[in-house]
Structure formats: structure tokens, C-alpha cells
């Protein structure tokens, strides 16, 4: 059963990307095992963004929705004041599998895209805790098919002192691994870890990447 690492940030546009290619992969590898990794592409980021920056980002995705097809609204990057503060995001990630440890990689991938539609194809401010509470119990009560959680108790989690040190312990863990740029994608073989995706890559090349791999 091949066991992969997602190493990815919710407001990576190449992650957001990346995501369809990844899926695909999956659903062709139905006893696969999926691990999520949060790297915090700009963790922590306390400045204002100005237009400058915001036409530089733009750029980004324009490009990434070229290669991808996906659908893009900058409404969320527009708000007055917004920072492009990316550890909000992998928190909600990281305090998903602190309420939810039930859930396995494949599912907890479902948040993680959850998360990045709300971003880049609904346009929502997502390093605020109130739209990543709501957009993540949603999609959770949508897997479990009941309503199992609640935005108060997941907010609480989210702003735990332990659900902070955990999400930044994974941004080292991807600095130990020397992993700088995202998405990255790892598959563990013969007790090693190696990279068959470093950026955005196409579910044909990852499958290549795969065969040569499991073939040493």
C-alpha cells in the first residue's frame, strides 16, 4: 500500500492547483495512505498587502489558473487591511486532525480543499478564524453526514495553545526535510522518503515518478 506526504500550504496557489492532479492520482491508487503536512509558504506575515504586491499575485495566479483550469476571485486578497498571513490556514488544517483524528489523510484532504476553494474560488478572507471555523465544521459535518461539530468547539481547538506549537513543529518538520517551495509530494519506500513532486506537477509525470521509484 503506498504511503504518500502531501507537503502543502492552503493559500499556495500552486497547491490550489496542484490539487486536481493530486486527487486524480489518488483515485487511481484507491489503497493508497495520504499524510498532509502543512509548510507555511508565509507564516506569520504581519504586513499590509498593497496593490503592488496584490498585481504580483495576481500575476501568480493567472498562470496557475492556466495550467489548471480552476476558477479564481482575488475578492479575499482585496479587503482593506488584509495580510497574506498563511498559518491561519494551516492551522484550521492542523486542528482538523486535532477534532477530527477519525479522519484519514484522503478525508482530511477534503478540508484542505475546502479551505483553498473558499480562498481562491469563492474569494473569502480566510486568515480570519470565523470563515476557516465555518468553512471547516461544514465541510466535516458534510463527511461525517451528521452534525458532529460545532464552529464554537472547533474555534476553541484553533486557538489552542496546543494547536499553535503543532502547526509550527510541522513548518519545521518541512524545514528539517529541506522542502522551501510547495507543493511538494513525497511517497515512503523502502523506509526512505523520496520526492516525486516538487512543485506543480501533472498526474501523468507523478505517476512516472511513482514507477521509478517502487522499481529501485
Keep these: 500500500m503506498p504511503h504518500f506526504i502531501y507537503i502543502a500550504d492552503p493559500m499556495c496557489s500552486w497547491c490550489y492547483g496542484f490539487g486536481p492532479e493530486l486527487q486524480a492520482l489518488l483515485n487511481d491508487i484507491p489503497d ?16 499590509i498587502m498593497g496593490e503592488s504586491q496584490r498585481t504580483t499575485i495576481r500575476g501568480h495566479w493567472h498562470h496557475v489558473a492556466e495550467a ?35 479522519l484519514n489523510g484522503i478525508q ?11 480562498f481562491y474560488a469563492e474569494g473569502q478572507d480566510v486568515t ?6 465555518e468553512t471547516v ?31 509550527r513543529a510541522e513548518f519545521e518538520q518541512c524545514q528539517r526535510w529541506g522542502i522551501r517551495g510547495f507543493p511538494g509530494l513525497l511517497i515512503v519506500h523502502n523506509q526512505a522518503l523520496h520526492m516525486i513532486a516538487a512543485g506543480y506537477t501533472k498526474t ?9 521509484v517502487l522499481a529501485t
Design 68 to 102: 489548471s483550469g480552476l476558477p479564481f476571485s482575488d475578492v479575499g486578497m482585496t479587503q482593506a487591511g488584509f495580510k497574506y498571513d498563511t498559518e491561519p490556514a494551516c492551522r484550521a488544517v492542523v486542528a482538523t486532525k486535532i477534532v477530527a483524528d477519525h
Design 32 to 47: 493508497a495512505s495520504l499524510e498532509i503536512v502543512v509548510g507555511g509558504l508565509r507564516a506569520y506575515n504581519q504586513e
Design 204 to 212: 501523468a509525470q507523478l505517476r512516472a515518478a511513482i514507477a521509478e
Design 108 to 118: 482530511l484532504l477534503q478540508v484542505f480543499h475546502a479551505i483553498q476553494s473558499a
Design 128 to 133: 480570519q478564524s470565523t470563515v476557516l471555523a
Design 137 to 167: 465544521v461544514a465541510t466535516l459535518n458534510k463527511i461525517d453526514g451528521h452534525e458532529s461539530f460545532d464552529v464554537d468547539s472547533f474555534t476553541e481547538t484553533f486557538l489552542s495553545l496546543h494547536c499553535l506549537a503543532d502547526t
